[in-house]
């Protein structure tokens, strides 16, 4: 059987109820858990606001989201490389109208078939909208975590292993047989 080993990274949580604080028993709805719930006690917010106690562990900076390419960003610049050409070919040739044409019903071709497939793109999200459900718009505030200062990791350190210890001699004097007790009168 493998122990798991006390990680020093405990989440802040609040309690229902108030508790004396693990350090000067200053009662206090704080507590400092462990993920894996191996360890956890109460603090109060004073000891927890104590460098010499614990502190707060930064939160990882989350890379930006990229946003998704839109298919709005697009249109303007298309419009925009059209207007340059049509612009450079009024400037340049001003007897080639025939290709100028074929190139604006080329264009709106394109536009028609773009404008289509926006339309099947936003079906496909109301659909796929309807049958997924739709995420939580506000998530709950991460909760801090804290690392404990190495004396005090190590003092609930020493009390996990005092606890297992216990635990152990437990589970062996359970194990042991019974004494007799009949015999014994
Ligand atoms: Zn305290």
Not at 84 to 103: A, L, P, Q, R
Not at 105 to 110: F, G, I, P, R, S
Not at 126 to 155: C, G, M
């Amino acid at each position: 059987m493998t122990t798991p080993i006390l990680k020093n990274l405990y989440t802040h949580r609040t309690a229902t109820t108030e508790r004396p604080c693990f350090v000067c028993n200053q009662f206090t709805k704080a507590v400092l858990t462990t993920d894996n719930g191996l360890d956890w006690f109460y603090t109060c917010t004073s000891h927890l606001n104590d460098h010499g106690f614990a502190t707060v562990v930064p939160e990882p900076e989350k890379p930006p989201p990229i946003p998704p390419k839109s298919t709005k960003k697009k249109e303007p610049t298309k419009k925009e490389k059209n207007a340059d050409k049509t612009t450079k070919d009024e400037k340049d040739t001003k007897d080639s109208t025939e290709t100028k044409d074929e190139k604006d019903e080329k264009n709106e071709d394109e536009k028609n078939k773009d404008e289509k497939k926006k339309d099947e793109k936003s079906k496909d999200k109301k659909e796929t909208n309807k049958e997924q459900l739709p995420p939580p718009i506000t998530s709950p505030p991460k909760p801090k975590q804290y690392v404990l200062h190495r004396d005090i990791f190590y003092l609930r350190e020493s009390n996990l292993n005092k606890k297992r210890r216990e635990q152990k001699i437990q589970s062996l004097l359970e194990q042991l047989p019974s004494v007799p007790k009949t015999s014994l009168q």
